[in-house]
């Protein structure tokens, strides 16, 4: 596949529905690009799926952007388990179902309290069911942790790319707040570039 990175480890499987360089997955095809890089079990990325995430979802319906998640395994050593990896992998499998976004969504109604196990993989395969996942592999897909090669690259990538925290969002490259009125004032700058 084309526009792989020198130096970062190519995962073994990719997710339906990534970005040309594998690091993300997209939602929407707008002429502007929105990189949003998020970790399942931080409270801040709860908090912006929850007041910038039906935005994002508007901006998107409407054509206006094209927005790439890059769940990652930021917060893995606040977890026992390697929830933030391991629920970014599940994701990957909502993305082969065609369920990435209202997965993310259920994940983030779900969130588990930082410094304690996060939800079981049954739990996830569960929660697919919630986000109307009805793709017969996505259980084997979680319980075998398919993705989780793909988390590590996404996650080395979002370092590579200068990414520090979670929630980060960026418009056409250019880093914004996160929240939606920062959000929609640089998609509309970026319109008009």
């Known amino acids: 596949m084309a526009g792989w990175p020198d130096g970062v480890a ?4 990719v997710p339906a529905g990534a970005s040309a360089d594998g690091a993300g997955i997209v939602v929407g095809a707008g002429p502007v690009t929105v990189d949003v890089y998020i970790d399942f079990l931080c409270p801040f990325c709860r908090r912006f799926e929850e007041s910038a995430g039906p935005t994002l979802e508007r901006l998107a319906a409407d054509g206006a952007v094209g927005v790439v998640y890059h769940p990652m395994g930021f917060l893995d050593w606040l977890s026992p388990d390697r929830y933030s990896s391991r629920a970014a992998a599940a994701s990957g499998c909502a993305a082969d179902a065609g369920r990435f976004a209202e997965y993310a969504r259920v994940l983030f109604g779900r969130q588990p309290a930082e410094g304690g196990p996060g939800l079981s993989d ?4 569960e929660a697919g069911g919630a986000a109307g996942v ?4 996505f259980g084997g897909c979680v319980r075998a942790g398919t993705h989780l090669g793909w988390v590590g690259f996404v996650t080395a990538m979002a370092g590579r790319a200068g990414v520090e925290a979670t929630p980060s969002v ?3 490259g250019l880093s914004v707040r996160a929240d939606s009125a920062s959000i929609v004032g640089a998609v509309l700058e970026a319109g008009r570039g």
């Open 10 to 13: 190519r995962p073994e499987r």
């Open 122 to 125: 049954e739990e996830l395969v």
């Open 134 to 137: 009805v793709d017969g592999s």
């Open 170 to 172: 960026l418009v056409e």
